[in-house]
């Protein structure tokens, strides 16, 4: 106990925005206790969007507690709904044409996504793409051409997408080029030519390659440490170059104009300081990039289009106090599907018609919630131990004095990822039963830029875990933490670091919920799905190789550790999980019940990657909240 206070009370903490987060708890009622089943159940109706022609809206909703497809007419209230799915939720959908709609399932959460399609009336639905252990990717929908995609499909081998053109009326497929087994990507030009490819070869190094029509060879034309990288998000409108986002010689990716014929970047269009661009967009009709985004606590835009520029400008004024989102439109770019969303709120869709200036709501996400009674997050910062400063978020309950609360602190999955602002339903959730919530960017998440990435390499369970080690120790100085009254709680990486969380600093945390976390990082690394495996030596990079760094590994891996855990644990997993096989949690389940340590395990046979049945997500919220009410409130 002795050398946890020297090591914690020897660090420089800062935090932003600290003094204003106390006031805003102290000067808020207390909300009332929400039902469980209000943060997880299906909302009424998500996902929306319209028709190319613009007469029709379609959305999810539940069927039999099933997330399916339903549309209506512009102006009508007669709602058809087209799929009956009622195993597994609809993983995403989008309109082929004025007709026909296409969706995405898997099984069980095997996320070996089959693709379907229904007419607009519900009628002659079928499977295009249904192979056994087969994973369909969307790699253009094809606009201009109303009775085709191009997909890939890893059905030659489990290891490679290999892309082909769909007939989705009669569901022949044609192979448009063959993988050679490194290909990680395709891409189309605006005619839907297939004209780039993303590859990794010699293991750590991508390669960008290049053909100029498709009667042509693809040749590599960029190769480079993926470390760096030009990554292309699309043509410019001549065909001729690409719109692309780099960090070639630079710390943070660029927005660029990049040559393929001459391998070079010919134009620098927007670039950021601080962080990471993280996409770019265009009008496909006016044939003009109108924005690049970055996130900095929240998303921010930089407009290269005073039309654009303009309308989230109007948008604003309609919808003020709001994040704004334009989720889809329809081919003319007349009529827009607009998406607002806070911190505090799932927010609301609308149609707003841009010729009429008119704003049109059509469905609030999450009605039976109150924004008044929801938590704010703010964005915090504090510096780590060897002075990287790590950015954040702080949420604390509403109404209750930020002094000595119990704490929950939940690192991000990924870890090649980020949290970002805005309505998360776990933090409101533990928020509105009196927890405070802590989340952490920490070394090796994502738009921060190359150097804070790599960072994190090789640093699974150290200065990674340190990170947040160091936040949870900025609560305590603070006076915000009960220091007795502290879990983690994180899914998939997060999982892990909350196992290691546990292994590293037992005395720190009352307690440790894992959600389909990694224990082994030696079997983690032998069971990862076939089409990881071209990037295996990439891993080895990243996390670490398991015969040249096996010390590090063996004592970094929570699983070979247990006996230094001694806090009661929660673990979930889903039994058809791909990336996080079952055997990580049955591995760290199995040491600690040897040893007499109070451990709680749920297992749903019928999920993957995280659950997403309703019934199955309240199963494990209640579960959690048991488990932490008997551990950080008694």
């Known amino acids: 106990m002795k050398f946890r206070y020297l090591v914690f009370t020897g660090l420089i903490f800062m935090a932003t925005n600290l003094f204003s987060l106390m006031a805003y708890a102290q000067q808020s009622g207390r909300p009332p206790l929400i039902p469980l089943e209000d943060f997880f159940r299906n909302p009424e109706r998500t996902s929306f969007n319209i028709s190319p022609d613009g007469k029709f809206i379609s959305f999810l909703a539940p069927y039999e507690n099933r997330m399916n497809i339903h549309v209506q007419a512009v102006g009508s209230n007669k709602v058809t709904r087209l799929t009956s799915e009622t195993d597994r939720d609809i993983a995403g959908y989008f309109w082929a044409n004025n007709k026909r709609l296409l969706y995405l399932k898997d099984n069980g959460g095997d996320e070996n996504f089959a693709l379907y399609g229904v007419d607009l009336n519900g009628k002659n639905p079928r499977c295009l793409t249904c192979f056994e252990k087969v994973r369909t990717q969307i790699i253009d929908d094809l606009e201009d051409q109303p009775d085709f995609v191009i997909v890939g499909l890893n059905k030659r081998s489990p290891m490679v997408f290999d892309p082909y053109r769909l007939n989705i009326v009669t569901g022949e497929m044609t192979m448009l080029a063959e993988n050679p087994g490194n290909i990680q990507g395709w891409m189309t030009d605006h005619e839907g030519k297939l004209r780039v490819a993303t590859a990794i070869v010699d293991g750590v190094n991508t390669q960008l390659l290049y053909r100029s029509d498709e009667s042509q060879e693809f040749r590599p034309i960029l190769t480079t440490s993926f470390k760096e990288s030009v990554s292309p998000a699309f043509f410019t409108f001549d065909n001729k170059k690409l719109y692309a986002t780099s960090n070639l010689g630079r710390d943070k990716s660029a927005a660029v104009v990049f040559d393929p014929e001459t391998a070079t970047e010919t134009e620098i269009l927007y670039q950021n300081d601080t962080y990471d661009l993280s996409s770019i967009s265009y009008s496909r009709k006016r044939k003009v990039i109108t924005a690049a985004s970055f996130v900095s606590w929240k998303r921010e835009r930089h407009f290269f289009d005073e039309q654009t520029k303009k309308l989230f400008q109007r948008l604003e004024q309609l919808l003020p106090g709001y994040e704004i989102s334009l989720s889809a439109s329809d081919k003319s770019e007349t009529v827009y599907i607009v998406r607002t969303y806070s911190d505090r709120s799932l927010g609301s869709y609308y149609t707003y018609d841009s010729n009429k200036d008119k704003l049109t709501k059509i469905q609030e996400v999450s009605p039976w919630l109150n924004e008044d009674h929801m938590a704010e997050i703010k964005p915090v910062s504090y510096r780590a131990r060897d002075g990287f400063i790590i950015h954040g978020y702080l949420t604390l309950p509403k109404g209750v004095e930020p002094k000595n609360l119990p704490v929950v602190v939940n690192p991000h999955g990924g870890p090649w990822a980020r949290d970002n602002w805005g309505f998360n339903p776990e933090v409101q959730f533990l928020a509105n039963r009196g927890y405070a919530v802590l989340q952490m960017n920490f070394r090796g998440s994502t738009g921060y830029g190359r150097a804070f990435l790599e960072a994190g390499f090789r640093q699974w369970g150290l200065s990674m875990q340190t990170d947040i080690t160091d936040g949870v120790y900025w609560l305590i100085l603070q006076g915000i933490a009960d220091p007795k009254r502290i879990a983690i709680y994180g899914a998939s990486y997060g999982g892990y670091a909350t196992l290691q969380g546990l292994v590293a600093d037992p005395l720190l945390y009352a307690a440790g919920v894992d959600y389909v976390g990694v224990s082994n990082l030696f079997t983690f690394m032998k069971t990862i799905p076939p089409y990881w495996k071209p990037m295996l030596?990439?891993?080895?990079?990243?996390?670490?190789?398991?015969?040249?760094?096996?010390?590090?590994?063996?004592?970094?891996?929570?699983?070979?550790?247990?006996?230094?855990?001694?806090?009661?644990?929660?673990?979930?997993?889903?039994?058809?999980?791909?990336?996080?096989?079952?055997?990580?949690?049955?591995?760290?389940?199995?040491?600690?019940?040897?040893?007499?340590?109070?451990?709680?395990?749920?297992?749903?046979?019928?999920?993957?990657?995280?659950?997403?049945?309703?019934?199955?997500?309240?199963d494990f919220y209640r579960a959690m909240e048991r488990f932490l009410d008997k551990h950080l409130k008694n």
């Open 537 to 618: 030596d990439m891993m080895y990079e990243m996390v670490g190789n398991p015969e040249s760094d096996k010390a590090q590994f063996e004592a970094t891996s929570p699983a070979l550790n247990a006996d230094r855990i001694v806090a009661p644990l929660f673990v979930a997993q889903g039994a058809k999980d791909p990336r996080v096989n079952i055997a990580e949690s049955d591995q760290i389940v199995e040491a600690l019940r040897k040893r007499g340590v109070d451990v709680e395990y749920m297992v749903k046979e019928n999920e993957g990657h995280g659950f997403r049945n309703e019934e199955n997500r309240f």
